[in-house]
């Protein structure tokens, strides 16, 4: 089918009544062309980015031109991909998320991080470092896009860089204004957090329950389930609310402070939690976390903890981010809450390398709101420290969203047949020996191939969230299918069509959600490398792992044929692996020890059958160091040397901890030491610290 592009370069503002009563019908028919071509036939026509542009037009030329809305607009389609849900977002600025801090310690250390990054900050200990200190909204938070003072788009943030279009749903939400004032930048994405209530909550489950239909466990899940409605009008009755905190993409500045940038947010029209305060440092920040840690209880809704976000814009944006987590904010988390239960039974699970953990299985208990009826014991050296049994009374603690624990057994609360918990030294699932590592606490089943667990396990962490996201299939569908021998290598999940009928007929499925399960893995054929490698679930090798290889090696070919060269301690391969600064010889070893097992080059070799693996692509491709091998010696006279490797990298450049015949740059600051001298024995191009400020401008 051909699908038109259904969209002309005409300026909304400029369009006349007739031009945009034509672009709205060409736009309603593309776009129902695309969802077509993507939902059904799974084949897309044009990319997600250009598809949202389409769907932002055309809620642009809608908000021009009201009375123009047509009744198969696209907008008020609200989850027209059949079954499959909401239209998919592509996040011009990734939507973020916080590291976690548990007590005063790391708040510290949070500050000591900012001040050593810095220069100027480390130089002048003095110097205040004025913070934000926020609620933490116990919500889901949301993206809402204003284009010419108009609200065009809002979007649920997903997995930070894809979410849902919820417009239709959000524009039922009083707090969140339809048009804001016109000194506002034309383009701006405002974020915050949507939820309800304790009140509200309290009446929404008690009608549901009067009604008959299901009631939710926490006024967040009662949020998020009434934003994810297909009928907004379901949404329109329910009480949402909406506090703004952050911005996405903006047109223009927005403030040079954050408390600034608050204070523009209220004018604007938005709501802003009453408690947040501008601290002067850390000491005042703790301080305000005690006072609302004290009056939270009170509150009319939910938080779970405090966000504290550096004030200074100018400063946030030098911090930057990692893996997706800003430097200049963090967040500090109330003390867990605590309830008292009985341990029924320890079970032991088998992980994807083998460890075997404990579970203990509880009578199930509220709290915080949640009903916990698992919780973790960690290892078996715990179990035995804290002399764990089962039906013993304990104390289980959850915080966030952190696994809950088990913090102490009552000592009152034994029954008198108790014994102390015996660990199996073989494993639970397949039977074979399960050893310690030298000087480990983890027990690890030895059967590796053969044991259906690990097996089962590395296929859930196959298509998991950071790895293949692959929503619709489960962690029961991957056990089942293993089961019935469907799946049971990575590839064979890309075979799944192929035995479609198998899947339609089985119990929980039919013809839709096959086809639907069916699109979403096509979808997948095409990954990013960085993906791919953390999918592969090689030991060690997390996601800050994955993309660092991504970076350094670019390409699936470039990456498999260095780490084949690289079983040779002694090759340049090996070197170049070892040198990326955050490898060390553990990693690498791993890495290698993967390579060479020749079922793990089978199940590459196959998924390379399935499967397009794009390149990774470097950020900023403009900038001059990008893609260049870089080494900082010395000390820097205007920035720190974690403040120089971030900029280096966020130019594209992969920074490498010593100096070869491979780098491009060595930055030579103060006291130099052996690095400089190598440089200048093997002829790589050294930069002063000004040359160096001066190419990256
Ligand atoms: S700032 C970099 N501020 O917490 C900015 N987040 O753990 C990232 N949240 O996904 C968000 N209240 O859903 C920020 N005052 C607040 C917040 C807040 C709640 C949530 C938000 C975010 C999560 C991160």
């Known amino acids: 089918m051909a699908v038109s592009r259904g969209s002309t370069d005409v300026p909304v503002a400029e369009l006349t009544s007739a031009q945009a009563e034509r672009e709205l019908e060409t736009l309603a028919r593309a ?37 123009l809305v047509r009744p ?85 943030r997903g997995d930070g860089r894809t979410g849902e279009d919820v417009t239709a749903n959000l524009r039922t939400v009083a707090d969140i204004p339809d048009t804001i004032p016109g000194d506002a930048p034309r383009t701006l994405e405002v974020r915050g ?94 301080a305000h976390y005690g006072d609302v840690d004290r009056r939270r209880h009170g509150l009319p809704y939910d938080i779970d903890g405090m966000v504290y976000k550096i004030n200074r814009l100018d400063w946030q944006e030098r ?89 102490e057994v009552v000592a009152d609360g034994r029954p008198p047949e108790s014994r102390p918990f015996l660990f199996p030294d073989t494993c639970p699932e397949c039977g074979s020996r399960a050893l310690r590592e030298e000087g480990g606490v983890v027990r690890r089943c030895t059967g590796g191939l053969v044991c259906p667990a690990q097996a089962t396990e590395r296929l859930k962490h196959f298509v998991s969230r950071d790895a293949f996201d692959l929503e619709g299939l489960g962690g029961r569908h991957i056990e089942a299918f293993r089961k019935d021998g469907l799946v049971t290598t990575p590839a ?17 499925w039919g013809e839709r959600s096959a086809a639907n399960l069916f699109a979403a893995i096509a979808a997948k054929r095409t990954i990013a490398l960085e993906r791919f490698i953390y999918a592969l679930g090689i030991r060690q090798v997390g996601r800050a792992t994955a993309r660092l290889l991504a970076k350094q090696y670019a390409s699936l070919m470039a990456w498999r044929a260095a780490m084949d060269a690289a079983r040779d301690a002694d090759s340049e391969a090996y070197g170049d692996l070892v040198n990326i600064d955050g490898i060390g010889p553990l ?26 693996v794009e390149n990774f692509a470097a950020p900023a491709a403009a900038s001059p160091i990008s893609g260049k091998t870089v080494v900082l010696t010395g000390t820097l006279d205007s920035m720190t040397r974690g403040e120089a490797k ?27 030491g052996s690095k400089a001298k190598k440089a200048a024995e093997i002829g790589v191009t050294m930069l002063s610290e000004a040359e160096w400020l001066e190419l990256i401008g």
């Open 319 to 407: 911090l930057g981010s990692v893996s997706r987590r800003p430097r200049w904010a963090i967040a500090h988390k109330f003390a867990a809450e605590r309830a008292r239960t009985v341990l029924k039974r320890i079970a032991v699970q088998v992980g994807r390398t083998g460890a075997l953990t404990p579970v203990a299985e509880l009578e199930p208990v509220t709290v915080g709101g949640v009903v916990v009826s698992r919780a973790t014991l960690h290892n078996e050296d715990e179990i035995a420290r804290k002399d764990i049994r089962e039906g013993d009374t304990v104390i289980v603690q959850r915080a966030g969203d952190v696994i809950p624990q088990i913090v």
């Open 193 to 286: 957090e949507i939820y309800m209530t304790r009140d509200d909550f309290a009446r929404l489950n008690a009608r549901q329950e009067d009604a008959g239909e299901k009631t939710f466990a926490n006024p967040r899940n009662a949020a998020a389930g009434s934003l994810r409605q297909k009928d907004a009008a379901v949404t329109q009755a329910r009480p949402l609310r909406f506090f703004a905190y952050a911005w996405g993409e903006v047109g223009g500045p927005v403030a040079d402070t954050q408390w600034g940038f608050l204070g523009r947010l209220k004018d604007w029209g938005f709501p802003v939690d009453p408690l947040a305060r501008l601290c002067a440092g850390v000491d005042d920040v703790l």
């Open 646 to 672: 971030a900029r280096a990298e966020a130019l594209g450049a992969k920074v490498a901890g010593s100096v070869s015949k491979k780098t491009d740059y060595v930055v030579v600051g103060a006291d130099a």
């Open 492 to 508: 064979d999940i890309f075979r799944l069509e192929e035995k479609g009928g198998a899947i339609a007929g089985r119990e929980g």
């Open 587 to 612: 990693v690498a070893g791993e890495i290698i020890a993967f390579f060479s097992e020749p079922h793990n080059r089978a199940v590459l070799d196959d998924l390379a059958g399935q499967l397009t």
């Open 72 to 156: 198969d607009s696209p907008a008020q389609r609200i989850g027209a991909p059949p079954a499959a849900g909401f239209a998919k977002v592509a996040h011009a600025r990734p939507m973020l998320s916080l590291g976690n801090a548990m007590d005063e310690a790391d708040i510290r250390e949070f500050f000591d991080g900012v001040r050593r990054f810095l220069k100027e900050l480390q130089k002048d200990p003095a110097l205040p470092i004025e913070t934000v200190a926020e609620p933490k909204i116990d919500g889901l938070s949301i993206s809402l896009r204003y284009e010419d003072g108009r609200f065009v788009l809002g979007a649920t």
């Open 31 to 67: 776009i129902a062309g695309h969802d077509k071509a993507y939902y059904e036939k799974d084949a897309p026509v044009i990319g997600d980015a250009e598809y949202d542009g389409l769907r932002r037009r055309n809620q642009a030329i809608e908000a021009r031109f009201p009375a």
